[in-house]
């Protein structure tokens, strides 16, 4: 009996060799383990048939058994290492990120030129001391025209050829009612620049566009003069298109500054090119707004941000900011 169990354990130890080797997943191990160590396995089965073996042959049986169940355990622990390591391999290395592999080009976008010298500007006033303020870009007729000293059927009319829109609105065309809009608000005293959109019945050409952008300035209060405008302008010429400009003065006239004056800058040599116009607040405008001219001094300027771009890039067409052109867009 003993005989037939050890020869019995010979016979699964062969097959369990064979069955071993095959196994190649963690499933398969699993099905083998099964077939051998399950409830109703192989080697589980040998033992049950230890019971009809008589008293004396038992420990013997049982060693024989409990080595061929040990050697069989000790083997699926072994592969079942072995099999995880290649799972966990093969997992990396399907996952594994080639690094040599052509990128995705995702071209990174920026900033629109105008959107960025009018930044620059803000920067400048802004430390200066100036808010950012803001107007509507569909305007009545009183805060273009009639609060800025420009009656109906002034000539000076003409200088602002408009878009009107209906009775009484139009399409501002400057940043110079929101001077009006500012005070109206607010008490003395006022430090504010306005950058905005603009829109006037030009014909499109190299240096026009019914579509344009300006920095209003206005400043009111006690004592200011000319003087103060002129350092204004100076400081921010100097620090917008840095040393080695000169600047001119010359009379002009706007109803809504007394006196008025157009800005030229010029590089030492280089020929004067008009960047503003300016001017100490005409009385008529702060007794508008309910000032006291007799209180209060002020001054105003207007400055076309296409015209500060093209000056500062070497840009001559202001066409080009308008046609979304990135070969354009793209140089700044
Ligand atoms: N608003 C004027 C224009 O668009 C420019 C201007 C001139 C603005 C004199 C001002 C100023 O504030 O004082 O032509």
Not at 96 to 110: H, N, Q
Not at 131 to 160: C, K, M, Q
Not at 177 to 198: A, H
Request: proline share 6%; aromatic share 12%.
């Amino acid at each position: 009996m003993l005989q037939e169990i050890a020869t019995r354990v010979e016979e699964i130890r062969k097959k369990w060799e064979e069955d071993g080797r095959r196994v190649s997943s963690l499933k398969e191990l699993e099905e083998v383990r099964i077939r051998y160590l399950g409830r109703k396995g192989l080697v589980t089965a040998l033992f049950a048939a230890l019971r009809e073996l008589p008293p004396a042959e038992r420990a013997e049986a049982g060693r024989l058994l409990n080595a061929l169940r040990e050697e069989i355990q000790g083997e699926i622990e072994r592969l079942r290492t072995e099999l995880q390591a290649a799972a966990e391999a093969e997992r990396l290395r399907r996952e594994a990120y080639d690094f040599t592999l052509p990128g995705v080009w995702r071209g990174v976008g920026k900033l629109h030129p105008l959107t960025q010298v009018r930044l620059e500007i803000e920067r400048i006033f802004m430390e200066m001391g100036f808010d950012v303020a803001s107007g509507p870009e569909v305007e009545t007729d009183y805060y273009n025209f009639e609060a800025l000293n420009i009656p109906e059927d002034h000539p000076a009319r003409d200088e602002w050829d408009s878009f009107y829109i209906g009775e009484g609105l139009l399409l501002r065309t400057h940043t110079s009612p929101v001077q009006i809009r500012v005070m109206k608000s607010r008490k003395p005293p006022v430090r504010i620049i306005c950058p905005g959109r603009c829109y006037r019945r030009d014909t499109p050409d190299a240096t026009h566009f019914p579509v344009f952008h300006q920095v209003e300035l206005l400043w009111v209060e006690r004592g200011l003069t000319m003087a103060h405008l002129k350092w204004i302008i100076e400081e921010f010429v100097r620090q917008f298109f840095g040393p080695g400009y000169e600047m001119r003065f010359s009379a002009d006239f706007f109803p809504f500054t007394e006196p008025s004056a157009q800005v030229h800058i010029r590089r030492r040599g280089g020929p004067w090119l008009e960047i503003m116009g300016a001017g100490m607040v005409d009385p008529a405008v702060f007794e508008e707004v309910g000032y006291d001219p007799e209180e209060v001094t002020g001054f105003a300027f207007g400055l076309g941000i296409e015209r500060m771009a093209m000056l500062k890039y070497g840009i001559d067409d202001i066409r080009l900011f308008f046609q979304n052109d990135v070969r354009f867009l793209g140089q700044f």
